[in-house]
């Protein structure tokens, strides 16, 4: 079965980096994108961004350009967040998912649990 | 700001249906997703493609578009679907994805 297992929770000061992980099973690793997505507390999803599994291509939503970083080790089939010069409002549970892309249909199939980045 | 706009809630009576809606004008030209997310818990797909159920989601869920409008109806709303949900989808320019703002689904 799919399977999206993330790091763990992290606690960063102002100005920091954070780098949240997420290991994906149960599938071809190479044949979907994967997507952030994060909440704040009590707060909607926000898209993050998206990188390819397949070439390294990625799409950063314009609120996050120049301080995120998505990149993956295709040897262990897993996919990296870094997020640098954390702020108070950078708190919030980051998640990872499946992208998927068939002819015009964009969607996320499968969730992680989610990983909380407390600044 | 979302470039998608949802209700912030709606409630339904046990056994009711229900139309949750999502506008916005990307909509005109992509296809809709729904989220499902229950307090504490990782959001869950419950429609893609405007109206196409992933396996294991129960047949009451159904999705629509018309306009800049796409819809997720409820169809005998159960005590378990009190949630929120989240439509996704394009933005105008085609090249990101934007979530509305969520929708808190009420079961009376």
């Known amino acids: 079965q799919v399977q999206l297992v993330q790091s763990g929770a992290e606690v960063k000061k102002p100005g920091a980096s954070v780098k949240v992980s997420c290991k994906a099973s149960?599938?071809?690793?190479?044949?979907?994108?994967v997507s952030w997505v994060r909440q704040a507390p009590g707060q909607g999803l926000e898209w993050m961004g998206w990188?390819?599994?397949?070439?390294?291509?990625?799409n950063y939503a314009q609120e996050f350009q120049g301080r995120v970083s998505m990149t993956t080790d295709t040897s262990t089939s897993t996919a990296y967040l870094e997020l640098r010069s954390l702020r108070s409002d950078d708190t919030a549970v980051y998640y990872c998912?499946?992208?998927?892309?068939?002819?015009?249909?964009?969607?996320?199939?499968?969730w992680g649990l989610g990983t909380l980045v407390t600044v | 700001s979302s470039e998608v706009t949802q209700d912030p809630s709606v409630s339904v009576a046990l056994g009711q249906t229900v139309r949750i809606t999502c506008q916005g004008d990307s909509l005109r030209y992509y296809h809709a997703s729904w989220y499902q997310q229950r307090p504490g818990q990782a959001p869950v797909l419950v429609v893609f493609?405007?109206?196409n159920r992933p396996s294991g989601i129960p047949e009451r869920f159904s999705g629509s578009n018309s306009g800049n409008t796409a819809s997720l109806t409820i169809t005998g709303a159960q005590a378990e679907d009190e949630a929120d949900y989240y439509c996704n989808c394009r933005d105008t320019s085609g090249n990101h994805l934007v979530f509305g703002g969520g929708t808190k689904l009420t079961v009376l």
């Open positions: 149960g599938y071809s690793f190479f044949s979907y994108g």
């Open positions: 493609g405007t109206n």
């Open positions: 990188i390819s599994a397949d070439n390294g291509k990625t």
């Open positions: 998912v499946r992208d998927v892309h068939v002819g015009s249909w964009r969607y996320f199939d499968y």
